[in-house]
């Protein structure tokens, strides 16, 4: 038999995001929501399976280009050098910066989704290419309106550090595995919620039948914060283990993948309804690879009043969300 060698897997969302107070580079964990993104950011460095990160630095383009090309880089190496402090051991060559000086790009797409009278002027000088006088173009526009409301709505966001962590992906699951079901917010197992018993029976004969390695996947629906919800999703997986090791006296390997927030079977469920209103502006929030756990709550909540986003809540396939697998692949 082999010993336990558990590994942990973070899936699925796996961004961050942090902000910065206008012409500053200091990491600041009470700005915004930076206390509850570095949290997260420290959960998932702590995970033996993040291979690699990504910090991409940005700055908003008021100002002189060149203090905010210094803004966007010290922000980088303000970023770095955070991490690197709580998180000595991480391999130094496994992180990789990338700046963009004055983020236009994602200026555009705010103003793409706007529904300003202004709105298809400033793309024109947006979406041009060779066009380096945008500022004062802007500025101009509509006797400095657009600008100022870009300004005060938009520039705000762009003040920021996006973090992807790469992760080994889990391995998949099928219909045949065993699915433990939890009420919302519950990390222990429950033989009478849902049909708990028979799984728990099939997880008897799973064991007995692979004794060298069994495979957890969990994870979160996407309620709550998105810190609680990994560690809700890693409780779990303990909460099967120990059924294994204590109940089933299971004695070989256990591999633990954990997702943060199951995105991506959120998207599975709305691809697979018909008649739900607003379902195509909700997939193109949840598969949006620039947003974060955290944007696209509060994305979602804006649609129809929060209506939409609630109904999709109160589904019963976004129940199953809140489930542990157990295979012996």
């Avoid at 090791?245 to 943060?260: E, F, N, P, T, W």
């Avoid at 986003?309 to 489930?323: D, F, P, T």
């Amino acid at each position: 038999m082999l010993l336990c060698a558990q590994g942990i897997f973070a899936a699925s969302d796996n961004k961050v995001q942090i902000r910065f107070r206008i012409n500053q580079s200091a990491i600041d964990p009470s700005f915004k929501q930076n206390g509850t993104a570095l949290s997260l950011a420290d959960s998932l460095l702590s995970l033996d399976t993040t291979t690699g990160i990504t910090i991409k630095a940005s700055s908003s383009p008021d100002g002189p280009l060149a203090f905010n090309q210094f803004l966007s880089r010290t922000r980088a190496e303000e970023m770095v050098a955070y991490l690197k402090e709580r998180h000595p051991d991480f391999p130094e060559d496994k992180i990789k910066i990338e700046v963009t000086d004055e983020n236009w790009d994602e200026l555009a797409a705010f103003v793409r989704s706007s529904g300003k009278p202004w709105k298809e002027e400033a793309l024109s000088i947006l979406n041009n290419k060779d066009n380096n006088n945008k500022k004062q173009l802007l500025q101009e526009l509509w006797v400095g309106e657009a600008w100022d409301y870009m300004v005060k709505q938009y520039f705000p966001r762009l003040r920021c550090i996006r973090i992807d962590f790469q992760v080994r992906p889990p391995v998949s699951m099928t219909q045949g595995d065993v699915q433990i079901s939890y009420p919302s917010g519950i990390r222990h197992i429950y033989p009478g919620y849902n049909n708990n018993r028979d799984q728990l029976n099939k997880l008897d004969a799973l064991a007995y039948t692979h004794p060298d390695t069994l495979y957890i996947y969990t994870s979160s629906s996407p309620d709550g914060s998105s810190k609680a919800n990994l560690e809700l999703a890693k409780n779990r997986a303990k909460a099967v283990e120990s059924y294994l090791r204590d109940k089933l006296d299971y004695k070989g390997q256990i591999i633990i993948q954990a997702s943060v927030e199951n995105w991506d079977g959120v998207a599975r469920l709305l691809g697979e309804l018909d008649n739900l209103d607003n379902k195509e502006e909700m997939l193109a929030i949840i598969n949006d690879a620039g947003l974060n756990s955290i944007s696209k709550k509060k994305q979602l909540n804006q649609i129809a009043g929060g209506k939409a986003w609630k109904a999709v809540k109160s589904l019963e396939g976004y129940n199953a969300l809140r489930s542990t697998y157990i295979s012996g692949k």
